[in-house]
């Protein structure tokens, strides 16, 4: 097609994937590409913003490495990637929900016995971490791979901290035969998501803050089982309903007890305990189905 106009343009674009072979791929470039165009039309795009985000979206790939993914912090930051989540994570509601994985997530963690501290020097006020992994008949799974993952009194996770080359407040357990596990840990802190890039001065010239609420991170594993991600987050925090990231779900707060007769008014630390009960939702034909990648050429 020649002499394509504003509205023209669009089906001239469709006509030329007309005979892609992955249906799926053509659905969603398909989709893409009317959305796109109706939002410029929409907003009257003109060509010093197109360049602005062409800039923004350079600045973007600039700044991501093998150790920093500004992409999915823009799409963290824009509900994308929540949105994904919510449609791809439905299950029965007694089930544990899931949330936002994360950037700082470490494959191989350090292994720990029930019981132990994953801390290893991290700062912060002692905390206690019980609970359970269960199946939707209550019956506690055992064996179940449980990873954990949280961020010191300051804000940071070990990876953070370019001169550490230790974990700390992160580890790997299993659960008990009867389905429990227990470790101890540091109060998980609210934290900014990295905000020294494109997506941070994006944030600022939105007027939003870049803050997430306290919270703790669990990744869990059991054979027949659809894997969980999610997090448990403090109550009471100030963030809860203004997360930057937009992962909060109220079944996931829960009370962080403080241990009377510990604090400042008794002279020792301040001893927190939270208690955390974990339901899988079993793997079935439906649920196997989500997860995979379908955009791949065919063979
Ligand atoms: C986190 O909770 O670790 C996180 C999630 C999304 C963006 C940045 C950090
Ligand atoms: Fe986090």
């Known amino acids: 097609m020649i002499n394509v106009d504003e509205n023209t ?15 799926r791929l053509k659905q969603i470039m398909t989709s893409l590409i009317c959305h796109l165009h109706d939002f410029a039309r929409e907003v009257r795009l003109t060509e010093g913003e197109w360049e602005q985000g062409i ?6 790939g600039h700044i991501t490495d093998d150790k920093r993914q500004e992409f999915i912090l823009l799409s963290d930051t824009l509900g994308l990637t929540m949105l994904v989540n919510a449609q791809n994570n439905q ?3 007694q089930c544990t929900e899931s949330t936002i994985f994360g950037p700082f997530f470490v494959e191989n963690a350090p292994l720990f016995e029930n019981g132990g501290d994953i801390t290893n020097g991290a700062r912060g006020e002692p905390c206690r971490v019980s609970g359970s992994v269960r199946g939707l008949d209550g019956q506690g799974i055992p064996h179940a791979e449980v990873q954990v993952w949280q961020c010191d009194e300051d804000g940071f996770y070990d990876v953070q901290y370019p001169e550490l080359d230790q974990a ?5 357990l299993a659960t008990a035969t009867d389905g429990s596990f227990s470790f101890h840990s540091v109060l998980a802190q609210a934290y900014p998501i990295p905000h020294d890039g494109p997506v941070g001065q994006m944030l600022e010239l939105l007027g939003r803050h870049p803050w997430r609420p306290a919270h703790l991170h669990f990744m869990i594993k059991a054979p027949g089982y659809q894997t969980l991600i999610t997090h448990i987050f403090r109550d009471g ?5 203004s997360d930057a990231v937009f992962g909060v779900r109220s079944s996931l707060i829960a009370d962080w007890k403080q241990i009377p007769g510990t604090g400042s008014d008794s002279g020792t630390a301040t001893c927190h305990e939270l208690n955390v009960d974990i339901v899988l939702n079993p793997v079935s034909a439906t649920t196997t189905r989500n997860n995979h990648k379908t955009l791949e ?3």
């Open 9 to 23: 343009i669009t089906a001239a674009v469709l006509e030329q994937q007309a005979n892609c072979p992955n249906p």
């Open 55 to 60: 800039d923004f979206l350079t600045r973007v």
């Open 91 to 93: 299950k029965p509601p």
């Open 168 to 172: 700390q407040c992160r580890g790997q």
């Open 237 to 241: 925090d100030p963030y809860l309903e």
């Open 297 to 299: 050429a065919t063979p």
